[in-house]
């Protein structure tokens, strides 16, 4: 084991779980879910003391993550993003259908930001990390931090409920003008809104659909799933899909359109877009 990174606490108005305060103080855990995994791997000590997930901070506390070396890959993941928007705090990327946002695999969104991104020039630029996912096929806006301040920021404000994401899909099948789904999804509660935009009649699937979505929370395949359980599954899903239905070779017609939040650092209003893919268009024609 090797110690890689360590952090004092200052003094804190409150005490903090570490598993809430820690989110961004190492660039080698910069999200929740990686700091997580971190304390329940042993790899995380409070003034020398192994932590878990009930461990708490009220300041000066000396924090070390010590994790083991690993051997850095031998080829560079050369990997073009479309940058949308980008300042010292964050940046938000095009994701392409096909490709993982971040994990194990070589090929990923994650591996691919450095050579996308700027580096800020503040004093806790870290590796930019993004802060939330979409599904391997599905495309979109995408939200990256890039200071240890901002990712902490940034996943707060994704567990307040204070980023607006906003989906378009294409969907088969005759739909009501608007309506909410809710189920249960892996135990857990789950809602989403849609609204009808555009209908158009087709061959072979009867009715297409552009429809507006927002995920009221945030589950695993959550919009996939709602709107297949109402009879109106997403074009081009295979698992969620119509058997006899399926469109195979175009890949999935949901896309991430937009996010809205207030900047955690500037205070400003953002509002920010990724234009209608083109296979959109050519369904319904112009929709910007």
């Known amino acids: 084991m090797k110690p890689i990174e360590t952090h004092i606490a200052p003094k804190l108005i409150a005490p903090v779980r570490l598993q809430e305060y820690g989110v961004g ?10 700091l997580k995994k971190a304390i329940k ?11 878990t997930t009930a ?8 924090i070390r993550l010590s994790i083991p070396e690993v051997q850095a890959p031998r080829k560079k993941l050369v990997f073009p993003l479309q940058v949308l ?34 580096k800020s020039n503040l004093p806790d630029v870290t590796t930019p990390q993004p802060v939330h996912r979409l599904d ?16 902490r920021a940034l996943n707060k404000l994704f567990e307040q409920s204070a980023i607006i994401k906003t989906y378009y ?17 892996d135990g857990k509660k789950s809602r989403s809104n849609y609204t009808l935009c555009k209908s158009v009649a087709s061959e072979r ?36 899909g119509i058997e006899n239905l399926i469109l195979n070779g175009k890949g999935l017609y949901l896309h991430a359109y937009s996010l809205q939040f207030i900047h955690p650092f500037t205070k400003k209003e953002l509002y920010l877009t ?12 112009q929709l910007e």
């Open 55 to 62: 461990t708490y901070i009220h300041g000066g506390e000396y």
């Open 169 to 185: 899909a294409v969907t088969i099948g005759e739909m009501e003008q608007n309506g909410e789904i809710t189920s249960d999804i």
């Open 205 to 240: 699937f009867g009715t297409l659909n552009l429809v507006k979505l927002e995920p009221r929370t945030g589950r695993r395949h959550q919009l996939r799933k709602h709107l297949s359980c109402i009879g109106n599954p997403i074009l081009g899903d295979k698992v969620y």
């Open 25 to 34: 103080i190492f660039n080698s855990v910069p999200t929740k879910s990686a």
């Open 136 to 151: 391997f096929a599905t495309t979109g806006i995408l939200l990256v931090g890039k200071t240890s301040g901002s990712i």
């Open 274 to 285: 990724d234009g209608f893919p083109e296979r959109f268009k050519k369904i319904f024609g």
């Open 41 to 51: 791997k042993q790899l995380v000590t409070v003034n020398d003391v192994i932590a």
């Open 85 to 118: 928007y980008e300042d010292e705090y964050l940046a938000v990327i095009h994701k392409p259908g096909g490709i993982l946002v971040s994990g194990n695999g070589f090929k990923t969104i994650a591996h691919a930001l450095a050579q996308n991104i700027k």
